[in-house]
């Protein structure tokens, strides 16, 4: 499909109550392609008013919503999975569009969304509880779960599809409504998606969709609504830091899915081949702009050359260019601040000492593009090292022993992901006990999967989403104690 004709077909209004309408006083944002700077479209730009009437919809919506039952609820989420499957190539180009990764990526990243859908289409029906004796036989225990509420759902510019199914599809399964806040820069897979639901079926008012360019009053006003239960936010440490802060009144249940620094470990008796493929898509998926993303290279110094170069002569083979053309697999960043950041944090590596192996230049614009880059033997203390990159740069760190491996990796107040070759498999255990991450990549570089519970320790956040876990961060335990029916 033509481009213009698909973006034709993106809704420009907020989804409230079941109704595509205008912001408040006909506010618009624009959005932009980041690869050529140019005006994609210009949609609703919500006010603090708009995200009120949002959560009254969503308000409203609940108890008929948590009351339907769960197996409706699944297959509206199958019948959406199933839309979704035969739209994905509309999806990946806008995603391509509005957020820049290469076309064959926001393929994967259709696949991957889809299968939260259909994931928790699938948990939906299998919530269950329990009944017991009490330990002294003079009554009886229920456990039941139950729908936590209404809730608002905060997601990232990097993963547009995915950070939406992977809130919207357990919140639904659980029987709670939502009003989602997509990332101002990449809103319009999320209205694509909500249009999905509607045309699935999904009832007025379980899900609302406000696209705002004031996302902190809109948002705070919500947040300090009584009739929300739940937040949900995927996005930056700082800013899910002050989210926890507003939420504390209300005593709300959280998730959070912040920032991560993984480690990537590789030992001196790593399969070398398999941790230079690891290599390249734990760090060149999407640009380097994932949480996910590998941000120091830990290498044995035994190998670091012959890994330095090698990934090095990958790196300068990368094609870069709009996500459209092909054989492209370095897309523009997300906007000129992110190819800002990118500079100055080589720009400071190299001033203290670190080797620039290929790339380090930001390209001419129009779109905001940063070459791949390589910098090795990156002194400690670098700011590299401490920060999130969130670009298309190889950080590369020698080590000397386990220890010393260990203690770097952990070095870091983040602790999403960290990744760990070796064929050795007790030291692969050892790893698993010793890094402080919630997830690890061990001989792989690319763990997310919807059936995995996904979730960071330390500074990278609260609660998992996916897995058997994902759908209890939207349901609450109710215990009863009934008498022993038997006197
Ligand atoms: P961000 O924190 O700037 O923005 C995330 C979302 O929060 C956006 O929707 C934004 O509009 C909103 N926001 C910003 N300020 C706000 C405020 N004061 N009140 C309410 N909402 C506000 O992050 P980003 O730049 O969009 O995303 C990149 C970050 O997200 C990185 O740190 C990355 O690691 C993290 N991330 C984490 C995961 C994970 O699962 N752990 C996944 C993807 C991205």
């Known amino acids: 499909m033509h481009e213009s004709e698909l973006l034709a077909r993106v809704p420009e209004g907020l989804l409230i109550n079941g109704e595509w309408r205008p912001a408040e006083g006909g506010r618009t944002l624009d959005v932009h392609d980041p690869a050529t700077g140019q005006l994609v479209k210009q949609i609703a730009d919500a006010s603090v008013a708009d995200g009120k009437a949002a959560m009254d919809a969503a308000a409203a919506a609940f108890p008929a919503w948590a009351a339907t039952p769960a197996r409706e609820r699944a297959e509206l989420l199958r019948h959406t999975f199933d839309l979704l499957k035969d739209r994905a190539e509309d999806f ?24 939260f859908v259909r994931w928790f289409s699938e948990e939906a029906a299998h919530v269950q509880g329990r009944y017991g004796a009490n330990p002294e036989g003079t009554g009886r225990m229920i456990v039941s779960q139950h729908p936590v509420g209404p809730c608002y759902l905060i997601t990232p510019w990097n993963f547009p599809l995915a950070m939406a199914t992977r809130k919207i599809a357990p919140a639904l399964a659980a029987g709670c409504t939502v009003v989602i806040k997509p990332a101002e820069l990449t809103p319009l897979t999320t209205m694509f998606f909500a249009q ?31 009739r929300l239960r739940k937040l949900s936010f995927t996005g930056s440490t700082p800013v899910g830091q002050r989210l926890l802060a507003q939420a504390a009144p209300g005593v709300l249940r959280t998730s959070m899915e912040l920032g991560g620094n993984a480690p990537f470990i590789v030992f001196d008796d790593a399969d070398l081949d398999k941790a230079v493929a690891g290599a390249m898509a734990a760090k060149f998926r999407n640009v380097g702009q994932a949480c996910t993303a590998a941000n120091r290279f830990i290498v044995h110094r035994s190998l ?19 996500g459209t053309e092909s054989g492209v697999s370095i897309g523009p960043l997300i906007d000129d601040r992110a190819v ?23 390209l ?38 386990e220890d010393d491996a260990v203690r770097i990796a952990n070095d870091t107040e983040y602790g999403l992901v960290s990744y760990v070759y070796t064929e050795n498999l007790a030291r692969g255990q050892r790893m698993i006990e010793r890094l402080e991450t919630g997830m690890m990549g061990l001989n792989i570089g690319v763990v997310s999967n ?38």
Request: charged fraction near 25%.
């Open 304 to 322: 670091v050359e012959e890994f330095t170069e090698r990934v090095t002569a990958q790196v300068k083979g990368m094609k870069i260019g709009r």
């Open 364 to 401: 001419e614009g129009p779109g905001t593009f940063y070459e791949p880059t390589v910098v090795s033997d990156v002194p400690e203390g670098s700011d590299i090292l401490r920060e999130e990159i969130f670009g298309p740069v190889l950080a590369i760190v020698p080590f000397d022993d």
């Open 92 to 115: 990946a180009l806008l995603m391509t569009i509005e957020m820049g990764k290469p076309l064959a990526e926001a393929r994967g990243e259709v696949t991957y969304g889809a299968e």
């Open 450 to 487: 919807a059936a995995a519970p996904f979730g960071g320790w330390k500074f990278s956040g609260l609660g998992r989403e996916g897995g058997a876990e994902g759908i209890h961060e939207y349901l609450q335990t109710k215990y009863t104690l009934t008498p022993n029916p038997f006197g």
């Open 340 to 362: 800002a950041k990118a500079r100055q944090l080589v720009d400071d590596a190299v001033e203290r000492g670190a080797e620039l192996r290929a790339g380090g230049q930001a």
């Open 196 to 226: 999905l639901l509607v045309e699935a079926g999904l009832p007025a008012g379980v899900v609302n969709v406000v696209t705002t360019s004031t996302a902190g009053p809109v948002s705070e006003a919500i947040i300090g609504d009584p």
